[in-house]
């Protein structure tokens, strides 16, 4: 099954997808939109794009594992990316993913314009990874 990760920002999305085996993910794209309605559709676009079966979104929890505003928010968003897409979407806890992915870019050496690119969909491979051991260890 092509699994697809979503890393909901305020400015920019990453997208992440697997492979059919569930082993590996990869970096796609990175969406720059603001308005929702128009991010719903072209998230779910890119689903459709990559034959993914099921959407992960990250869900941006507090560090106490409470979830705050935002996370209210991106919870709104997975909703309406199930309801466009058609696709069965699972919030996954996101605590960290962009400090890592940050981290990640540090030691290839990725810099200015080019780490602000990427740096969504390096959290959003972060995410996919972090589902898909869950998914393999919980078979």
Not at 52 to 58: C, N, Q, S, W
Not at 92 to 110: G, I, K, M, Q, Y
Not at 118 to 127: P, S
Request: aromatic share 6%.
């Amino acid at each position: 099954m092509i699994i697809m990760s979503v890393d909901l920002g305020k400015a920019r999305t990453g997208i992440a997808v697997s492979d059919t085996g569930e082993s590996f993910a990869f970096p796609k794209t990175v969406i720059t939109e603001y308005n929702t309605e128009k991010l719903v559709q072209k998230v779910s676009n890119c689903a459709k794009e990559y034959s993914a079966e099921l959407i992960v979104v990250g869900l941006p929890k507090n560090m106490d594992g409470s979830q705050g505003e935002r996370a209210q928010e991106c919870t709104e968003i997975g909703k309406k990316i199930a309801e466009t897409s058609g696709l069965e979407v699972v919030m996954w806890d996101e605590r960290c993913t962009t400090v890592s992915a940050h981290t990640a870019l540090n030691f290839t050496d990725t810099k200015g314009k080019k780490r602000k690119a990427v740096v969504d969909a390096v959290a959003a491979v972060i995410i996919l990874e972090d589902y898909l051991k869950f998914r393999k260890n919980n078979k």
